[in-house]
C-alpha cells in the first residue's frame, strides 16, 4: 500500500458529459500528479500540482483540468467527455525535498468507461 | 523529447528461475531517473527499483537488480529466483533531474507482461 487513494473506483459516463475524479496524496507529500492509462499501454501525463498550482502539463486539452486543496488532495475534472477519454486515471503523489522528489507513488487508479 | 521503449510485450519465466525485462531510452539530458514499476491485476503502479543516472553502479532491491549502461541508453531488469507473485505488466520509467514544470513527469514505456509458470 502507498498511502495514496482514489476515488471512485470505477465510473461509467456518457459522450459530453463531465467527470470529476479525486485522490488523497500519502502524508507529507504536497505534489500530486495524474496519469492517463489507455488500455494496453503504459499511462502518459495529464499535469501535475504543486502547491494548489498547476506545475506542468502534458499534451491533453484545457478540457482537463485539476485543482489541488491544502490538505494536499486533488481532483482530476474531465469536460466534454469523448469515446477516447475511457482509461484508467491514475493519481501520484511526491515530496519536494530529497529522494521523495524523484519518486511517485500511485494510488490503485479510477477506471472510466465512456459510453 | 524523451521516449522509452520496451521491445518484449510478453516473457514468461518458470518459478524460481530468472528473467531479464528490456529497456532503452532516448534522451539528451546527463542526469535523469529512470524506474522500473510494476502493475498487476489489481491495477496499482508499484515502484520495484530506481536508479540515479549519476551513479555507475547498479542499483538491487533483493531479487531484483538492474543493469544500467549509460552510454547504450539501456535498463534492464533482473528478476531472480521468480515467484508467482511477480506476475504482472511491468513499466520502464524515465525522469528528468531538471526542477519545475513538465519535469517532474514519468515518460513511460509501453510495458511487458510477465507471466510465471509454476
Known amino acids: 500500500e502507498t498511502g495514496v487513494t482514489q476515488s471512485p473506483t470505477h465510473l461509467i459516463k456518457t459522450r459530453g458529459q463531465q467527470v470529476t475524479l479525486r485522490c488523497s496524496s500519502q502524508s507529507g507529500h504536497n505534489t500530486v500528479s495524474w496519469y492517463q492509462q489507455a488500455l494496453g499501454q503504459g499511462p502518459q501525463f495529464i499535469f501535475q500540482y504543486y502547491r494548489e498550482e498547476e506545475n506542468g502539463r502534458g499534451n491533453f486539452p484545457p478540457r482537463f483540468s485539476g485543482l489541488q486543496f491544502p490538505n494536499y488532495s486533488s481532483e482530476l475534472n474531465v469536460n466534454a467527455l469523448e469515446l477516447d477519454d475511457s482509461a484508467l486515471y491514475l493519481c501520484?503523489?511526491?515530496?519536494?525535498?530529497?529522494?521523495?522528489?524523484?519518486?511517485?507513488?500511485f494510488g490503485p487508479g479510477t477506471r472510466l468507461t465512456v459510453l | 523529447a524523451q521516449t522509452v521503449t520496451q521491445s518484449q510485450p510478453e516473457m514468461s519465466v518458470q518459478e524460481a528461475e530468472t528473467v531479464t525485462l528490456s529497456c532503452t531510452y532516448d534522451?539528451?539530458?546527463?542526469?535523469?531517473?529512470l524506474f522500473w514499476y510494476k502493475q498487476p491485476p489489481s491495477r496499482q503502479m508499484i515502484l520495484v527499483i530506481r536508479q540515479e543516472a549519476y551513479k555507475q553502479q547498479n542499483a538491487t532491491e533483493n531479487r531484483f537488480s538492474v543493469n544500467f549502461q549509460k552510454a547504450a541508453k539501456s535498463f534492464s531488469l533482473k528478476i531472480s529466483d521468480s515467484q508467482l507473485g511477480d506476475a504482472a505488466m511491468y513499466f520502464c520509467a524515465y525522469r528528468s533531474a531538471r526542477r519545475g514544470g513538465s519535469n517532474y513527469k514519468l515518460t513511460f514505456g509501453k510495458g511487458t507482461l510477465l507471466t510465471v509458470n509454476p
Open positions: 534522451t539528451s539530458e546527463s542526469d535523469y531517473y
Open positions: 501520484a503523489s511526491g515530496g519536494t525535498s530529497g529522494f521523495s522528489t524523484d519518486t511517485q507513488y
